[in-house]
């Protein structure tokens, strides 16, 4: 009885984990000014997997949600970037929303 | 911040809209972006150009250019075809770098020949970007059988602040210009106050001479 609760429960964490999962981060070379932002913004929202984007300029940093039951491999992200003219350093999924991105990079670097 | 950015920014787009002028920026902003630029500068020249650019390599256009000598009395009126071309990016970790290329054909007019010539234009610019620095060099050449003028333009920006994607971006920018085809006698030197936010970028300001000077462009 205890081994299919605990079993139960650890799938419903993993499950939970995957479908919180719909933002990804990718740090950029070459993003310094507003116009590369809005080349950037252009691109991704052109796939139409994407839900939303953030950049930041301060971090370097493009931020992807995507729409439910889609996806974007790491290699179209990555084509698309270069696509628009920009160097991609690394491709990461993170467990958080866009908007909880969006408040982390409005924390401002002290 | 903000409140004293809220405050300047009506006037500095007002400033831009009376006072016209004359600048640079990137002939090529983003792919599948329009960019449409017009410049001013007070006794020399006024430029409007719209460009596309199907890559962010490559942007294609028309422009209308008009140049005045204020040491001799002639004018030039030129509505030119452009191609713009990116010959190399360096994206650096904090930093951008371009070398960009152009070439043209269009017609000219001028008050000192007849009827209308064809004009030839070629140029280019090279920049190096990041969020608190700006400098750039650009040569600019339209020639006919009659004439021959070039504008070479150094900029040297600095941000007071590190802007990000949604902030309002102010610069301070140094300009100094060079005409050859008797436009102008010697270095032009200006001051430049430069604004952006989002997909619209407003310049304006005086040369050593007291001559307005101001640019705006928007892309989308």
């Given at each position: 009885m205890r081994i299919p609760t605990l079993f139960l429960g650890f799938s419903a964490l993993i499950l939970s984990s995957f479908a919180s999962a719909t933002t990804i981060e990718l740090d950029v070379n070459g993003l310094v000014c507003a116009f590369c932002a809005q080349g950037i913004q252009k691109k991704l929202h052109a796939i139409p997997a994407t839900a939303d984007v953030v950049v930041s300029l301060e971090k370097k940093l493009v931020a992807v949600s995507l729409r439910d039951g889609q996806d974007i491999s790491d290699d179209d992200l990555r084509h698309a970037l270069t696509d628009a003219g920009y160097t991609v350093k690394d491709i990461r999924h993170v467990d958080e929303s866009l908007d909880d991105v969006r408040q982390r990079l409005k924390t401002k670097t002290p | 911040m903000s409140r004293f950015v809220g405050t300047r920014w009506p006037a500095a787009l007002l400033l831009a809209v009376v006072v016209p002028s004359l600048v640079e920026a990137k002939p090529i902003a983003f792919a599948n972006g329009t960019t449409v630029m017009t410049e001013y500068g007070a006794g020399t020249m006024e430029e409007v150009q719209a460009f596309y650019a199907p890559y962010y390599w490559l942007s294609a256009g028309a422009g209308y250019l008009q140049l005045d000598s204020d040491e001799r009395n002639r004018a030039r009126d030129i509505r030119y075809l452009r191609v713009n071309y990116l010959v190399k990016r360096w994206n650096l970790d904090d930093a951008q770098a371009n070398v960009f290329a152009w070439g043209g054909l269009g017609t000219a007019t001028g008050n000192d020949f007849r009827g209308s010539r064809l004009d030839r234009n070629a140029g280019f610019q090279a920049d190096y970007e990041t969020r608190r620095v700006y400098v750039s060099f650009m040569s600019d050449l339209h020639e006919s059988d009659r004439y021959s003028h070039r504008v070479d333009t150094l900029q040297l920006g600095v941000a007071p602040y590190a802007y990000d994607y949604e902030d309002l971006a102010t610069w301070f920018v140094v300009q100094g210009r060079h005409y050859t085809g008797?436009?102008?006698?010697g270095m032009e030197w200006a001051a430049l106050l430069r604004l952006f936010k989002g997909g619209a970028w407003v310049e304006a300001g005086v040369t050593t001479k007291g001559k307005p000077q101001a640019m705006m462009m928007i892309n989308f």
């Open positions: - | 008797d436009l102008h006698r």
